[in-house]
């Protein structure tokens, strides 16, 4: 009897304390911890085998999933005979720069036989992101999706799907990518392109003896599908489009849009982009190709004019067949824009618009402190005595930010600021403007030839941005996905010719403008975006076509400490690499 009564009064009390500690848990998050274990593996493509850098042997690696709100540990232990880092791309890592991950800018990368933790917390995100090597061109294979879900109890403001499918989109190499970028520096000329583009790295029925590497997915009439795609390409922005079925895009860059539905779509290195794709009511007997080619300007520029497929197949009505794929069926293929349709890029690109509502607001920044202009393109930097160069007039490529091609130190320009030792690291003078005004996209200049150095632009501590990147014409206009580390802005404008500061301000767009990490300044044209500077640190800010962030297309800005003790970046790890 007695022990009864004890029992009866201790359930409702241990129901209560488990109730509490899962609203604590709603409102805290968990913490959740990985082992990311770069090791070579090696991998068949195209009939070639070759030895690539991978995580835990996997390629593409695995696949981080965190709910908005959690705490994220990942332990990196460099089995590879290179250096090594890793960025969690789009992550706000908010006062944790120290995890943010490129090489030489928050941190020295983790060498051979060492470890290193990467701890970061998931704030006011939810969506796709994703996470590749920062340092030379590791990238290639290091990559992998990193999915966070909204707070438990949460939905989705759009319909759930029947099921999530990551789909990574990369570029494969037959040869060694070090090999080749490292060629390319030594006779300042481009890179060889890439032999092949991916789906969840498999190349598929459009390469050669590639057939049996295709990405397939399988999916049930009537059901809907969120497919989180990444581009994780090198150095090219993708068309997608699954033949006679539509894409409804609920969300960019871990921030859910309007929804609008397309046939094709577009995606830059380094973006990431949910759509949801409802099958056909009934069994169709068909299958359908899901396909990715280049989206490319730049001439005489050669690049990989190849096609990427993965298969869109039906579940059989009746009982499960032992054969999936019924090779006896009709095969759609999808009908993809013209390799340098930048009429439908802009018109996709001006459907993005944030949600903007009560529970998903966009905070524009309505008022600007300060005001800056970037031209963004390529140029030359003469040819070293004693070497031949395969660059335009026998000089070397480069590109640069208002005419600035970052030099990389030799140490994490986040230490020497935390540490007040920049003095022979960097200079925080990188310009505000270009130094030498001229006709961007009209005729370039005589004199193509960039400055180089280690500058960065320092920012007080809750500075509102507006900050217009002008494509330019030196050596070809061409569009550039500009990446911004520990921020998302808001992409307020753009436009084609010279950016107009007395007329085009008008027309941006302050209410509804799409939010996200990563951005294309379109080609021959401008983009303006607006941040506010509430992260201190130092911020990476680079092309995301590896070969242009390679030739110096990336700059800094240091975000001051505020003066209040959570506006102030927190002290290292004790495990931090060391140069």
């Known amino acids: 009897m007695h022990t009864m009564a004890m029992t009866g009064l201790l359930l409702p009390c241990s129901l209560l304390l488990a109730t509490l500690a899962l609203l604590v848990i709603q409102a805290q998050g968990i913490t959740r911890h990985y082992d990311f274990n770069v090791q070579m593996a090696n991998v068949t493509r195209l009939c070639g085998t070759k030895s690539i850098v991978t995580v835990n042997g996997q390629f593409p690696g695995p696949e981080l999933i965190a709910r908005e709100g959690d705490r994220v540990h990942v332990r990196v232990t460099n089995h590879v005979p290179h250096n090594m880092s890793i960025h969690w791309h789009g992550i706000r890592q908010l006062r944790t720069g120290w995890a943010d991950g490129p090489a030489y800018i928050t941190q020295c990368p983790i060498q051979t036989g060492h470890t290193y933790v990467y701890s970061f917390t998931v704030t006011a995100q939810r969506g796709t992101l994703w996470w590749h090597a920062h340092i030379s061109w590791f990238r290639s294979t290091v990559y992998g999706a990193i999915v966070i879900l909204p707070k438990l109890g949460v939905p989705y403001p759009f319909p759930a799907p029947h099921q999530e499918v990551p789909v990574l989109f990369g570029e494969w190499w037959a040869a060694d990518t070090e090999k080749i970028m490292s060629q390319a520096l030594k006779v300042g000329g481009a890179p060889n392109i890439s032999d092949a583009y991916t789906i969840n790295g498999l190349p598929g029925p459009l390469y050669k003896c590639s057939a049996q590497d295709t990405f397939k997915l399988k999916v049930a009439p009537g059901k809907t599908y969120l497919l989180r795609l990444i581009n994780a390409a090198l150095n090219d922005e993708l068309f997608f489009s699954v033949a006679n079925h539509t894409l409804t895009v ?3 860059d871990a921030v859910y ?33 899901m396909s990715a080619a280049p989206y490319s300007v730049i001439r005489p520029g050669t690049y990989d004019n190849t096609t990427v497929a993965g298969i869109l197949e039906y579940h059989k009505p009746g009982p499960p067949s032992t054969s999936s794929f019924d090779k006896g069926l009709p095969l759609y293929k999808p009908v993809l824009p013209f390799f340098n349709d930048t009429k439908f890029v802009t018109k996709f690109t001006t459907k993005l618009l944030s949600l903007a509502t009560p529970e998903y607001p966009a905070a524009v920044p309505q008022s600007v402190d300060r005001r800056f202009f970037f031209t963004i393109g390529l140029g030359t930097l003469p040819c070293p005595k004693n070497m031949t160069c395969q660059g335009p007039n026998g000089t070397q490529f480069a590109a640069a930010v208002n005419n600035v091609s970052l030099v990389l130190p030799s140490t994490a320009l986040l230490q020497s600021h935390f540490t007040g030792l920049s003095k022979g690291v960097f200079l925080s003078n990188f310009p505000a403007m270009p130094t030498t005004p001229f006709n961007y996209t009209g005729t370039p200049p005589n004199n193509t030839n960039v400055a180089t150095g280690t500058r960065v632009l320092a920012l007080p501590y809750n500075t509102s941005v ?61 983009v303006a975006i607006r941040f506010l500077a509430d992260n201190p640190g130092v911020w990476f800010m680079h092309c995301h076509l590896e070969v242009h962030t390679t030739w110096g297309l990336r700059m ?17 790890p004790p495990d931090m690499p060391k140069c």
């Open 250 to 252: 609920v969300e960019v």
């Open 257 to 289: 849009v309007k929804p609008f539905t397309v046939k094709t779509l577009v995606i830059s290195p380094g973006q990431t982009t949910n759509v949801l794709l409802t099958a056909k009511p009934v069994y169709p007997n068909a299958n359908f190709y």
């Open 466 to 526: 507006e900050l217009v990147m002008q494509d330019t014409s030196v050596l070809g206009i061409e569009s550039h996905p500009l990446h911004l580390h520990g921020y998302n802005f808001f992409v307020v404008g753009q436009g084609f010719g010279n950016y107009d500061p007395t007329n085009d301000p008008a027309k941006f767009n302050l209410v509804d403008p799409v939010e996200r990490n990563t951005v294309g300044v379109p080609a021959g044209g401008w």
């Open 556 to 572: 800094a800005w240091l975000v001051q400490d505020g003066s209040k003790a959570n506006e102030k970046l927190l002290p290292p």
